[in-house]
Structures are given as structure tokens and as C-alpha cells.
């Protein structure tokens, strides 16, 4: 039960409004690369994200516009910045960090940021054929010279993804994971 | 069978001779606060460490001095200094990468720097009554919101040593891990 891992750095999503105040009003943004999830892509705009203590530059956007703007910071991030981000998996920003993102045009303070949940990609067919259909959690067990388990990984299912665990950098960098790198899915 | 973590943020040992590089002809190091291993100290003194793209600076030192400088540094601190250190029992600079160390009155660029493995300080007593006598390593089970089992961490034994569990802070961040929480020890 291979899976190939996504290691997502911190990023950020933007809402239509904080693009129009952080970028200019109507601006577009633009497709630098695709990313593993259909319709979903990097882009070459990038913003600094600021907390009470320091800020981090050139965090990238990812695309397309969402209705909510989301920046998903790691643990490391969250101490260099000093914010306090729940764990809370995407689209969920229930008690999510305040936080201050900068763009060329102007800033926004906004209730955004998250640490994200452990998750992993997979259509109805990939659930059933990998044996947890209907689990709310999965874990992966992980090989290499840092090896081990990294449980409540969440199970998003949807018809349009494509099967991938995503894993931010504190999580990849304990074990010693590259982006594109397999690990075994395990059900318990 | 609980153990207490020692969360371990990058850090620096000196030989005598690089020390009188970077400070002057026989500086004493001065301690700040002891460590919990007896007869370790974190210092008051700081040093910068730089590699091909990028440094780090206010990197505490620790003592006493060593017949060997070590350098400890997180995978993602190796990203930003753009070196690739090995992970590595402390001791063991096997193939250890080359790093920059700049004090107020000199540097030195030594092959110094290393990830150091997961590892657990015990006496034998220790590791007779927590059942880990004669194994190489345990593993470490941690709950929480990101939780998992940590493996391969390395069985230290010394009749000075206290009982406790040593991580990086990639380790420690992964698992929302602070500086003297408490995890499981598991043999397997």
C-alpha cells in the first residue's frame, strides 16, 4: 500500500477581497506550476507574512481564489513568527492565528493562520481498492535512517483528486522525506 | 513506561583549539544554566555558523569542551545553511559536513556538522527496569494532536547519565513536542 507524499511548504490562499488590497484591485493571479491536485497550481505572486515577533518573505500563493484566505505556516514557522496556529485541517478556521501578510499594494490582518492537518488525497475508489473506506484517519509508516509512524493522517475524499498524502516540512524534515518520496499507508 | 523529552534546538560543542580560534588564546567558557545530563552546560557564549547559502546566528555553545567541535543542526536548518550533514550519534563525525564557525575574534571551517539521532539517556539500571537492557534502540510513542512512534532512537548508557529522551527540534515540531513533556518508551 505505497503512497507517493507532497510536502507542502508554507503558503498562502487568498480570498478575492485580500487579493484586491494586497495586489490591486481585479488583479489576476498568475501560473507559475501546476500542483499534484487537479486545478490547483502555484503561483508567482508571493507575499510576506508577519506575527508579533518576526516575518517571513517570499511565502508562495497557491491558486485559484478560495472564499477564505488561509496561510499554512509549520510549528518552525509559528516560533520565528510568534503566533500560536491551531492544527485544523484545510478550510476549517475555527480559532486560526491572526496574521499580517504584506503585498506589493497594501496589508491585511486576518484570523488565517493554521498548522494543517496530516491529510491524505483519494477518490471513493482509491478508499475502497487501499482498504479505508469510511475511516476518518489513516497512518504512514515511514522507512529511511529517521524511521516511524505518523498517525492522524485525515482522509479527504473526493472524485477529482488524485491519491497523495501531503505532509508539511516539520513533518518531512523529522523524517528525513523529500517531495515525490513513497511511504506505506497504513490502516488501523 | 513514561520518559521525559529533552527537546535539543541546534547547538555547538568546541575543541580546545577551536575555541581559542574563536574567542582568544585560552577563553573559559562561562556557563548560563546547567543541562540535564550532569556536568553539561549550556554557555553564555553564541556563535554564528555558516554554510554555502546561508548562516545562523546566536547558536548557543555547549559545555564542557571537547577533544572533537561537533556541530548539531535540525534538517531544516540545513537547508538554510545549505549543507548536508549526516544523522549521527554524538561523537561519530563520519562524513560530517563543512561548516563555518565565526566567534567575536576568529572562524574555523570544520567538518563539524551533523543531524544528531534520536537517542534516550539511561543507566543499565534504567534500561534493566524499563526493559530495553542489551537493545541498540527503542522507539518513542507520542499522543496529541500530531501523534505517532518515533524510531530508531539510539540507547545511550552511562552510570551519570538521567533517564530522559533527547530530539531535535524538526523531532519535536513534527509532534508539537516542548522541552520536558512526556512520551512512552516502547521496545520492540
Known amino acids: 500500500m505505497k503512497v507517493n507524499i507532497g510536502v507542502s511548504a508554507r503558503h498562502v490562499h487568498l480570498s478575492r477581497n ?3 488590497i494586497l495586489f490591486g484591485k481585479d488583479y489576476e493571479l498568475t501560473e507559475k506550476a501546476p500542483l499534484s491536485q487537479p486545478g490547483q497550481f502555484a503561483c508567482n505572486e508571493q507575499v510576506t507574512i508577519e506575527g508579533e515577533k518576526g516575518s517571513i518573505e517570499r511565502v508562495r500563493i497557491l491558486g485559484p481564489l478560495r472564499s477564505k484566505t488561509q496561510v499554512e505556516i509549520s510549528k518552525t514557522d509559528s516560533f520565528k513568527l510568534g503566533v500560536k496556529p491551531p492544527v485544523r ?20 490582518t486576518v484570523d488565517a493562520a493554521i498548522i494543517a492537518s496530516r491529510h491524505v488525497h483519494a477518490t471513493k475508489e482509491d478508499a475502497k481498492k487501499y482498504g479505508f473506506e469510511g475511516k476518518e484517519f489513516v497512518s504512514l509508516k515511514v522507512g529511511g535512517e ?5 498517525e492522524n493522517v485525515y482522509v479527504r475524499i473526493s472524485d477529482s483528486f488524485v491519491y497523495e498524502v501531503h505532509l508539511d516540512t516539520d513533518d518531512a524534515n523529522a523524517f528525513l522525506i523529500k517531495n515525490g518520496d513513497e511511504a506505506e499507508l497504513i490502516v488501523k
Open 89 to 108: 485541517n484545510s478550510g476549517d478556521l475555527d480559532g486560526a492565528s491572526s496574521i499580517t501578510i504584506i503585498g506589493p499594494k497594501g496589508k491585511v
Open 18 to 20: 485580500d487579493l484586491d
Open 146 to 150: 529517521k524511521p516511524g509512524i505518523l
